[in-house]
């Protein structure tokens, strides 16, 4: 009995954990979409969610080399949206260009890294709840 409640507890733990850090993850994203003046770009903070992704070229995302400049590149977020009825469905936006990227300074390329991971970690969540929802449509009723 008191290993199923740990596991509840366990769990139960887990789950508070992973909300409270969405909300921290969603205000920390909204003062660097308006201090990168995204909000130049994407008037409405809701609206950075329609894109589909947000890439960045000039520097790594990869885990294990995160940040890292690529010589000879430029830093610009890249975002990409999609129109279901368009004849090119997909469509790259700018949404910031900061120049060549070994002439970016660490403080700003650092925070640019940072809106975009926080992004796809609100996008992973969006994503998890969109899947969940399609999954209800499976569910027989016993």
């Given at each position: 009995?008191?290993?199923?409640l ?21 205000v ?28 960045l ?29 368009a004849?090119?469905?997909s ?15 660490e ?8 809106f975009?991971i ?7 969540f ?6 969940h ?10």
């Amino acid at each position: 009995m008191s290993s199923a409640l740990d596991r509840l507890k366990s769990i139960t733990n887990k789950i508070s954990s992973y909300e409270r850090a969405r909300k921290e993850n969603l205000v920390l994203l909204q003062a660097l979409y308006n201090e990168l003046h995204i909000n130049e770009k994407v008037e409405e903070f809701s609206e950075l969610f329609h894109f589909k992704a947000i890439n960045l070229s000039g520097a790594s995302l990869l885990s294990d080399s995160l940040g890292e400049i690529k010589k000879g590149k430029y830093l610009q977020i890249l975002a990409i949206g999609y129109d279901k009825d368009a004849v090119i469905k997909s469509k790259n936006v700018s949404l910031g260009y900061f120049g060549k990227a070994q002439n970016v300074d660490e403080t700003l390329k650092n925070k640019i890294v940072e809106f975009i991971i926080r992004f796809r970690f609100e996008k992973s969540f969006m994503t998890l709840e969109h899947y969940h929802g399609m999954l209800e449509t499976f569910k027989t009723d016993e």
